[in-house]
């Protein structure tokens, strides 16, 4: 293998390194010649010596040359896909002119605050046992540029993960090694060179030589040289002949009810129903219905027989327990919640064909009908289980609707399901001294017979249909699913004793109701009844193909891949099971997560607030969907692609060429005589096109992005090069070619509206209004490319698509969903440790209404993270009480016993007499009870605090001993 480079371009470096590590040769050609214009757009460039072929994209070449294994090719794409696409171009914008711009520095901090999270408790980016070119090749774009900065001191003191990082990489004998290789002049003169090797994009179109593709091979590519490869006679002769002789398409008008057609591709999508409780998150949005709404568009504009249905999810503890804290009904609720999604659904411009709800006639007919079809079948079965029943309510209680003291750790506010104070995870029959939650009696343990589903019996089944659709599946929803058929399937409990839910209509049963994570997939079917009574065509197909797509975060997995495929195999009617399961891992907001009680991240009744339009927020969160691992909304990164990608890239192109035709054409498209030089930019064009309709049939939606941005890239390139503003005013052959270059960018900006719909529907309509296209839809997605606007089509009149989000109001934006997790400043005559510890005291309440609003509706995976958050806030403010001595703060003595009027004096007011000791503690016992009623936490933790300090006193002064609290966590129960 060969490598050639530029002078000082520190991108070798990688190449040399990753030989280093896969040891082997590599012979580095001249690298003290600038950079000519037959290397594409960038250097350094790898020469394949057993092949010829030549690899411009760093990322594929450095995978060539050391390959991280298949098992980590996710992780290492994403990793080299980020330095190459966000880290470099940030480095170059900020120093690639001879100077330092620091107005880029935001963005590169932002960057630098990613890599050093992403460190946190890691040794190298992948989880390898040795370091591989993903981490090598992160460390060489900073070693050689940032780290000789003034943003290098910055590292060394604000980054301690990322700057243990570098040193740690720079040790290393590959490194040592390579750098005596090769000499590079690190800082701005490394930036230099970056730039100077980049973008040189005009040739492409030339022909003056046999050039590669420019563009880094997507990550879905398992060969990185298949890419790589010149615009040949084939390519070219395909391009010119469907230019003329493909006609293009038009979108099927779709007629009411929406119906599977025998012959057709039949395809029905859901989105997992969102829990109605709660507002949704742009995590939320993204990971369901605006990656459904996506994929539905695209499949209506490929016109597929398409359905896409979705709905809230009602029924369960977590309404019942909403219901409470709000004093309303569970229906009240449901009401209230469900215009809530529906308002901001609609305001997201998500095209549901029906949003629906499960508190329906129609969904407790469906589930009840699918249960004793199961029951008949032999998958259902009863056993008893112990349960806590309150005699003074006369029911059984719910996890969430009891409380008492920890087994373990002895915490006296633990709840049914876990303990927040040691992060335990216990049964509610488990609790010392439980209560009820609603009247505060105490419950007794009393044995109920509960109904399973029997999915042993079922699990077969399961593993024979498996392989043949998991495939299909997106990688994140393989690998949840995996452990559950890999671990055996035990019988799970579909029924419950409460009263907001669906009727069990079965004989012993009917005071009970099922369990929501039954009933709630069974809602997808409920609610296309409701949309048409002819539900069945879709989900009991008899001579038509239905194949079923399902989006949805990765914790909802379970239920739709092993339980309601299980359910519907057990009721054996035929029904349609899930084809391609389509889950994403989470969004985070800022590196935290998001929080409606700490007002942290944006949710969707805020987007509209924010004065940014629906279509960006659309194409943003496509852009950073968690298709593979989790990812991160940021307010700089968010500016950044409206400014670069959408303005200055997109809304540049399309807005330029109809300008032209408006001001040269008399808004009439000129004619078109396609040459050697359009057809190349053509089948660039097409390479694109291809990509995207892959992509976009797998259902991934953000890689599919790119290639609708890349195509507009290539166009803006071909007209810069063109330059038909020239060429309009040369002789008559130059005024025909300027014509020809402007009738191909018009038709480049009608595939443009086309291919970007499914993600900005709004833009896609405007832009073919200014198209001159009147017609509704917003136009067939083709497969070739093809003449779309023939010679006198009249455009419309053109204008802007996109406005620049400025940095003053990225700033403004972002401190208004930062939330309340800056310290505030001591309040006038008190101590900085008393106002960090009120701080504290806030934060922990407000964590702990997140841990119990997280149980209510998420996994465990979701929320066992923010316990963990919580105990650590709780050490640190007994790390601040142990400095600063007082444990309450002035606000809170004020609600105090008279014996506890001061922080100062708590600790001496114990009292030192045993009946008076008694007496107190009833007391404090009675103050605890009245201010946890109140329920702020902030409050009442402290008093509980000193109750046990009085306990623990009196059990010295009658020598008996009490259960001191245990920090030694016991195993968890899965």
């Known amino acids: 293998m060969q490598a050639s480079s530029n002078s000082n371009n520190p991108n070798v470096l990688k190449l040399i390194i990753a030989a280093e590590l896969a040891g082997c040769r590599l012979d580095l050609d001249d690298l003290k010649r600038e950079p000519k214009q037959s290397f594409a757009n960038r250097l350094p460039v790898l020469k394949i010596s057993s092949t010829g072929d030549e690899l411009f ?76 070119v993903v981490d090598t090749t992160i460390w060489v774009t900073l070693w050689s540029t940032l780290v000789t900065t003034e943003i290098g ?267 927040d104070g040691c992060g335990h995870l216990i049964n509610a029959i488990e609790l010392i001294n439980p209560r009820c939650k609603v009247c505060n009696s105490r419950p007794t343990i009393k044995a109920s017979t509960q109904l399973f589903l029997d999915l042993p019996k079922i699990e077969k089944r399961l593993q024979e249909w498996a392989p043949t659709v998991t495939n299909g599946w997106s990688a994140v929803a393989r690998s949840v699913m995996k452990p559950w058929l890999r671990d055996g399937l035990k019988q799970r409990c579909i029924t419950r004793d409460l009263k907001w839910g669906i009727p069990v209509p079965l004989d012993g049963y009917r005071d009970k109701v099922f369990y929501v994570w039954f009933d709630a997939p069974i809602g997808y079917i409920s609610i296309t009844k409701k949309y048409t009574k002819e539900y069945e065509q879709w989900w009991k197909p008899k001579d038509v193909d239905v194949d079923l797509y399902q989006f949805m975060a990765k914790d909802n997995v379970p239920f739709h891949s092993i339980m309601f495929p299980a359910t519907l195999f057990a009721a054996n009617q035929g029904h349609t099971i899930i084809k391609y399961l389509m889950a994403t891992e989470y969004l985070n907001y800022e590196d935290t997560k998001f929080s409606k009680s700490r007002g942290v991240g944006v949710f969707g009744s805020d987007a509209r607030e924010t004065g940014i339009p629906a279509d960006v927020w659309r194409f943003y969160l496509a852009y950073i969907r968690p298709e593979n691992m989790d990812s991160n909304f940021n307010w700089v990164d968010l500016a950044t692609k409206n400014n670069s990608e959408l303005l200055n890239n997109f809304g540049n192109f399309v807005n330029r060429a109809l300008m032209f035709v408006e001001k040269n054409f008399d808004s009439k498209v000129p004619e078109i005589n396609l040459q050697a030089d359009d057809l190349r930019v053509l089948a660039l064009i097409q390479r694109e096109l291809t990509s995207y309709v892959t992509l976009l049939e797998q259902a991934k939606l953000r890689d599919g992005l ?93 204008s802007p698509l996109f406005t620049k989000i400025e940095d003053s109001r990225v700033e403004e934006l972002r401190k208004s969903y930062a939330g309340r997790q800056e310290p505030t400043p001591p309040p006038k005559g008190t101590s900085a440790p008393h106002a960090d510890v009120a701080t504290l005291e806030a934060s922990i309440a407000k964590q702990g209404d997140i841990v119990r609003q997280l149980k209510a509706t998420e996994e465990k995976s979701v929320w066992l993270p923010q316990v963990e958050i919580l105990k650590k806030l709780k050490q640190k403010l007994a790390d601040l009480q142990s400095k600063s001595k007082p444990e309450i703060s002035p606000s809170i003595a004020q609600t105090a016993s008279p014996n506890l009027t001061t922080p100062a004096t708590q600790h001496n007011s114990v009292p030192a007499d045993v009946a008076e000791l008694e007496s107190a503690i009833a007391k404090q016992g009675n103050l605890v009870r009245e201010l946890k009623a109140q329920g702020d936490k902030s409050v009442w933790e402290p008093q509980v605090k000193v109750l046990l300090q009085m306990k623990q006193k009196l059990s010295e002064l009658t020598g008996s001993t009490t259960a001191a609290p245990s920090h030694k966590k016991s195993k968890k129960k899965k």
């Open 153 to 419: 001191e910055i590292i060394s003191k604000e980054f301690s993960n990322l700057s243990k990082w570098l040193k740690s990489i720079e040790s290393l004998p590959e490194i040592t090694k390579s750098l005596e290789k090769v000499q590079l002049e690190r800082g701005i003169q490394a930036i230099v060179a970056i730039s100077a090797a980049a973008w040189y994009p005009l040739n492409l179109y030339t022909g003056a030589e046999k050039l590669s593709n420019a563009q880094a091979p997507a990550a879905h590519e398992k060969n990185p040289v298949d890419e790589v490869k010149v615009i040949s006679e084939e390519e070219l002769n395909a391009v010119k002949n469907n230019w003329s002789s493909v006609a293009y398409s038009c979108v099927k008008d779709s007629q009411y009810p929406i119906l599977p057609k025998k012959g057709e591709k039949n395809i029905l999508i859901t989105s997992a129903l969102p829990y109605v409780n709660n507002v949704p998150h742009l995590g939320n949005i993204i990971g369901c219905v605006l990656s459904a709404d996506i994929f539905a568009r695209y499949c209506r504009q490929r016109n597929y027989n398409t359905l896409y249905i979705s709905g809230t999810d009602e029924y369960g503890t977590a309404t019942e327990a909403k219901a409470l804290e709000e004093k309303m009904t569970p229906q009240e609720i449901c009401n209230k919640y469900f215009d809530i999604h529906n308002d901001i659904y609609r305001w997201f411009n998500i095209g549901f064909d029906y949003f629906g709800r499960t508190s329906t006639p129609e969904q407790t007919e469906v589930t009840q009908e699918i249960f004793l079809r199961v029951l008949e079948q032999g998958y259902v079965i009863s056993n008893s289980v112990d349960q806590l029943l309150c005699g003074n309510c006369d029911k059984f209680l719910a996890d969430r609707f009891v409380e008492g003291t920890c087994p373990g750790c002895k915490y006296e506010d633990a709840r049914g399901d876990q303990c």
């Open 706 to 798: 790119r290639h609708v941005l890349a195509i507009s890239k290539h166009g803006n390139q071909y007209m810069q090069y063109q330059q038909p503003w020239v060429k309009v005013k040369g002789d008559e052959e130059e005024k025909k070619k300027g014509a020809t270059v402007i009738g191909v960018c018009c038709n480049i900006a009608c595939l443009l509206s086309a291919l970007i719909a499914p993600y900005m529907p709004n833009t896609a309509r405007e832009l073919r209004a200014q198209l001159g296209l009147t017609k509704q839809n917003y136009g067939y997605i083709p497969e070739v490319v093809t003449l779309m606007l023939s010679t006198g089509h009249s455009i419309g009149k053109p």
């Open 57 to 132: 994209s760093l990322s594929s070449a450095v995978q060539y040359i050391a390959p991280v294994g298949q098992e980590h090719n996710v992780d290492a794409n994403r990793w080299l896909e980020w330095d190459a696409t966000q880290l470099l171009p940030a480095i170059v914008a900020y120093g690639g002119s001879g100077k330092l711009d620091t107005s880029h520095k935001p963005r590169i901090w932002s960057l630098l605050k990613e890599l050093n999270t992403a460190l946190k408790d890691k040794e190298y980016l992948i989880k390898c046992k040795n370091v591989t």
